[in-house]
């Protein structure tokens, strides 16, 4: 018999502990907006991107050479950043070749939590090339959710649904995971009009603004894809070779 | 504007410390199969239930008078005790009167962990009711998911959106908090037949045994029903006075 690689999903922060093996591939999942931003930004030519846990760290990197910096805090853009949480603050700007310094509520956050592992970072704009690397990577998968300050939330529950529904696909994969069943299901209910599925969401209503609505869409149904997987090397994302 | 209270639920009993207050009644789940055995025990007649967390605090009550003892671990029945974890063990077995010592996997240990708060639990038995009186209460809700282990476990949610889907029927409730919403996508998944919808699950892949299958029927669609509520009070679930 085939021996399958296990995939669980977690669906809070708060309880990556209770998966952390420091063997399995991490695949850390913020949609609304950290890792669409990481995949945009990537597909827009930055060499790489800083996340850093604290605003007052980012700013350490204010004036280095080829360096831009972004905060967001709560949904918004914090004072005295250039670059915010939202992708449209890196489309149409000249970012190529530069590295991006990131500190977002949950998403940076996330990944620093699991980095005693192989992490990398998903979004819509690259789900189909990472699902692919994860089916010939040969390794077990738990998929981080990065959740709102440690809990559930649903934007990341569908993604993990997605892209589980992706890996199952091949027959590498087993699970006997709860969450990952129903992240699944979460997903093929809201199949076809996420941004409605999401309409009561708390994301949703902490921040209605025109240009949180504008994020959404993009990041639910990016006009940009992206074949880019960054992963999680000395401190930095970088682009994984060979993809 | 109609003052309307909340409702949380948390999935999983390692995350409940973010949603404790002090001030919300809670309402435990452990569908599969605690809350379900405490259910069928009062309504067949049973006195009082006292919830311990170890086997060993058990087993002090052995010989005391009008006392019946039960255990479970990992879906099974300890030696040494009479009665375990199935509804079938009460059921025709001649429980008037008396008080029930019950230690299981989870469900016990949710309802130590909530105790600070008013606490009463719910089944597919008396869901009616409970929903009846939440919407009475005139208090926040918190639905604590027993889980397993501490982690999130698809049985324990879909009764969770099943109960707040019954709640949200009055105008007395609104909620901001995204695992209510899964958990209602999930039961709305479910319905008509959860026991299928379950086929896929960690508690199912754990113990498949006739008899667990069997008390897995009697959980989900109850040939018994309950219009009595367990309340948590001076170390023992009782029945609430007046419903």
Redo the contacts between chains.
């Keep these: 018999m085939l021996s399958q690689n296990n995939i669980s999903v977690c669906?809070?922060t708060?309880?990556f502990k209770?998966y952390a093996d420091e063997r399995s591939t991490v695949v850390i999942i913020d949609i609304l907006r950290a890792t669409s931003v990481i995949s945009t930004a990537f597909e827009l030519g930055i060499e790489a991107v800083i996340p850093v846990q604290t605003v007052k760290e980012a700013l350490t990197y204010k004036n280095k050479e080829n360096h831009i910096i972004a905060a967001e805090r709560n949904t918004l853009k914090i004072k005295g950043f250039d670059y915010g949480n939202s992708p449209y603050h890196y489309i149409n700007s000249d970012i190529k070749g530069k590295t991006l310094v990131l500190t977002t509520t949950n998403g940076t956050k996330a990944i620093h939590l699991a980095k005693s592992h192989k992490v990398i970072t998903a979004s819509f704009l690259n789900i189909n090339i990472v699902a692919k690397y994860l089916q010939e990577d040969n390794n077990d998968i738990i998929i981080l959710c990065s959740g709102?300050k440690?809990?559930?939330?649903?934007e990341d529950?569908i993604f993990a649904g997605a892209i589980c529904e992706k890996l199952l696909e091949s027959d590498k994969f087993s699970s006997?995971?709860?969450?990952m069943?129903?992240a699944i299901?979460?997903y093929?209910?809201g199949r076809g009009n996420l941004f409605n599925y999401l309409s009561?969401?708390?994301?949703r209503?902490r921040n209605n603004s025109d240009s949180v609505i504008k994020d959404t869409h993009f990041c639910l149904n990016p006009t940009i894809k992206s074949n880019i997987i960054p992963i999680f090397t000395d401190g930095k994302l970088i682009k994984l070779k060979g993809y």
Excluded: I, P, R, V
């Design positions: 669906f809070t708060d309880q209770k709102w440690g809990m559930f939330n649903l529950s006997k995971c709860d969450s069943l129903a299901e979460l093929g209910s009561n969401s708390a994301y209503n």
